[in-house]
């Protein structure tokens, strides 16, 4: 999960912002082409079963192989990884608001 301190948006050029959201990340790997597509669950901060929103990010494996992923186990490195992807991506979208992978 990556939370944030101020106002999200998910999409270049949006008007549509989340107030402090939290964004979980499910990943979808395609092996053949080497594309991660990420759907991002817009969820109001502290809440695990409301769901504002849905984006899909499309990101790749070299960008993931790129970042060492952290945690117990394959999936959880993987999953951290993707994470610090979609962190980077919001971060360029969101100038002054900070993100934090938990």
Do not use: H
């Not at 999960?1 to 959201?21: A, H, L, R």
């Not at 992923?69 to 979208?93: F, H, I, R």
């Amino acid at each position: 999960m990556i939370t944030s301190s101020g106002d999200v948006i998910y999409e270049s050029g949006s008007i549509e912002k989340f107030t402090t959201p939290d964004t979980y990340c499910d990943p979808q790997y395609f092996q053949r082409t080497g594309d991660i597509v990420v759907n991002l669950r817009v969820v109001p901060t502290g809440s695990t079963t409301i769901t504002s929103a849905n984006f899909i990010m499309r990101i790749t494996k070299s960008q993931v192989d790129a970042k060492t992923g952290t945690g117990t186990g394959d999936t959880a490195k993987w999953q951290n990884a993707v994470e610090q992807v979609v962190k980077d991506n919001l971060v360029a979208l969101n100038s002054g608001v900070t993100f934090t992978i938990v």
